[in-house]
Structure formats: C-alpha cells, structure tokens
T-cell receptor, first 116, second 114 residues
Framework: EAGVTQFPSHSVIEKGQTVTLRCDPI?????LYWYRRVMGKEIKFLLH????????ESGMPNNRFLAERTGGTYSTLKVQPAELEDSGVYFC??????????????FGPGTRLTVT | GDSVTQMEGPVTLSEEAFLTINCTYT??????LFWYVQYPGEGLQLLLK?????DKGSNKGFEATYRKETTSFHLEKGSVQVSDSAVYFC?????????????FGSGTRLSIRP
C-alpha cells in the first residue's frame, strides 16, 4: 500500500511569488491534515479535511494560505504571495474513517519550502 | 490551550548508552500520547503510542509510560544504536467531535556516536 506522498520535495521561490504544494493521501483515507515546521520549532497544525470539507482550519496563519481538496482525494496548499517567514517544512498526513479522531495519522515526507 | 514540552537537544550519546528524553504535556481530559520519529531524509513515523493512563507504549526497544499524575510521557531506551540517530517528537492528539489535530513538542535531535 502506497503511503502519503507529497510534491515537490523541495521548492525555492522568491518573496512575492506563488507556490502550490500537493499531497496525495493513502487511498481510502477520508481525513487529510496539513502541518508545518518553521525554523526548527515545533510542528504546528494548519488544517483538517474530512473528505472535501474543511473540518478545522484554525491553524491557517493568514489569508495568503489556501487549501483545497476537490473531490476528496488529493489536496493542494497554495501560498500567495509567499513571505520569508513561510519558509519551513510542510507535512501532510492522512487517517482513515470520518469521525474517528483518535486514529493514527500517517505522515508524508514533507515539502521543504525556502522563500528568498 | 493544550501544549507539549520536551527536553531540548541536541542530545549526543555513545552507542549502548541509556536514553531518556523527557516530555510533559498540558491538556484537558485524557488525550492519547505519541512519540514520532523523523530519520534523516525521511518523513515522520509513529514510534509508539499510549491511549490511557498507565499504558506503556513500546516499539524497537523504546518505551514510554503515560503518567497522568505527573502529566508525563518520557521516552526511554536501554541501549541506543547509531541507527537511532533522528529527531524525536512528543505529541498528543486533541479530538473534538469529528475534528482532530496533533499537538507536537519542539523535537529533540538525537545523535549516537559509534
């Protein structure tokens, strides 16, 4: 069974540009999460999808970040325009079964974003 | 709000040494607790978990016991190996209805010398 995949693995962009990160969850997982680790600090929650619906987006830092999960399969996270403080590693995770909040979350390898 | 505090690194040990990485948490109720590990160049992997007080999670020689009275979940291993070099994250999961999120500590980088 394929794990969670993320693309690209590394992205370097200039301040003010736009970047789109993609996450493909494990097939059949209804729950999809985005997290990020900035400047070697703790990994912080961004948002949680259940199928195509945003269940909790309380961790999204500001309106420069837009997450979508059309069709309830893969998800994209767009940063527009990117700022220097957006640099970090963006992780995606997925877990099975809607409504089962304590299920283990399976993480992808992360996308390292560098904004210069 | 909920939070996780773990000992800061980096931690450097010799092979076969005893390892402890301290972790304490602040949360309402009784969340499930986890240790995640990130090996160089790889993603986060669940190392072990405990879902209720006094549970002991174990995997690959690592252990951690859910201590409600001290709100702790310290990670231990009796004899570390070079292959254990990684970043370790203590975490809890907070669920409300169908929404859930993991709250992580800041991570502890562990380096094992041969």
């Amino acid at each position: 069974e394929a794990g969670v995949t993320q693309f690209p693995s590394h992205s370097v962009i200039e301040k003010g540009q736009t970047v789109t990160l993609r996450c493909d969850p494990i097939s059949g997982h209804d729950n999809l999460y985005w997290y990020r680790r900035v400047m070697g600090k703790e990994i912080k929650f961004l948002l949680h999808f259940v199928k195509e619906s945003k269940q909790d987006e309380s961790g999204m830092p500001n309106n420069r970040f837009l997450a979508e999960r059309t069709g309830g399969t893969y998800s994209t996270l767009k940063v527009q325009p990117a700022e220097l403080e957006d640099s970090g590693v963006y992780f995606c995770a997925s877990s099975p079964n809607s409504g089962q909040g304590t299920y283990e979350q399976y993480f992808g390898p992360g996308t390292r974003l560098t904004v210069t | 709000g909920d939070s996780v505090t773990q000992m800061e690194g980096p931690v450097t040990l010799s092979e076969e040494a005893f390892l402890t990485i301290n972790c304490t948490y602040t949360a309402t109720g009784y969340p499930s607790l986890f240790w995640y590990v990130q090996y160089p160049g790889e993603g986060l992997q669940l190392l072990l978990k405990a879902t209720k007080a006094d549970d002991k999670g174990s995997n690959k020689g690592f252990e951690a016991t859910y201590r409600k009275e001290t709100t702790s979940f310290h990670l231990e291993k009796g004899s570390v190996q070079v292959s254990d070099s990684a970043v370790y994250f203590c975490a809890l999961i907070r669920s409300r209805g169908s929404a859930s999120k993991i709250i992580f500590g800041s991570g502890t980088r562990l380096s094992i010398r041969p």
